[in-house]
């Protein structure tokens, strides 16, 4: 079963200085499960490399990708529509009080990259955290 990443996990695995490193870059190495890095993901990691970090850094990620160490997830037809559709509140937290960004709803999870998983390895627990997909119980 894939382990779909979202940013904050592939660039704290990235950056040495990040609180995270360590975990991030440990929960990636140990794992035996197919690493997917969502297109949309791919593109805010390479933004925040490029505001922080050495642009090489991207380089190396790339290399990753094209030694088949992640597969990058494209979005299938039904994930382009909002993700809000697919979503319900949880602990009576709305969803729509979330930041939303120009890629249509790029805080809710990504299931639907063509794999429908229930996984999504993420630091982001204040956005997440108000929302459940509907396909998987939490």
């Not at 609180?19 to 925040?48: G, K, Q």
């Not at 790339?62 to 319900?88: H, M, W």
């Not at 993420?122 to 509907?134: I, K, Q």
Request: glycine letters at 8%; one cysteine or more.
């Amino acid at each position: 079963m894939p382990l779909i990443l979202d940013t904050g996990p592939v660039y704290a695995s990235l950056d040495r200085s990040d609180r995270h490193h360590h975990a991030c870059r440990s929960l990636i190495e140990r794992s035996d499960e197919s690493l997917v890095i969502p297109a949309p993901v791919l593109v805010e990691v390479d933004f925040w490399i490029q505001e922080r970090l050495d642009p090489g850094v991207l380089l190396a990620l790339l290399a990753d990708i094209e030694a088949g160490a992640y597969v990058v997830g494209e979005p299938s037809s039904s994930g382009l529509r909002p993700r809000s559709t697919n979503l319900r509140p949880t602990r009576g937290r709305r969803y729509w009080l979330c930041r939303r960004g120009g890629a249509g709803d790029r805080r809710a999870p990504r299931p639907n990259f063509g794999l429908d998983e229930p996984k999504l390895a993420t630091l982001d627990r204040l956005h997440f955290g108000a929302v459940l997909p509907r396909h998987v119980h939490a």
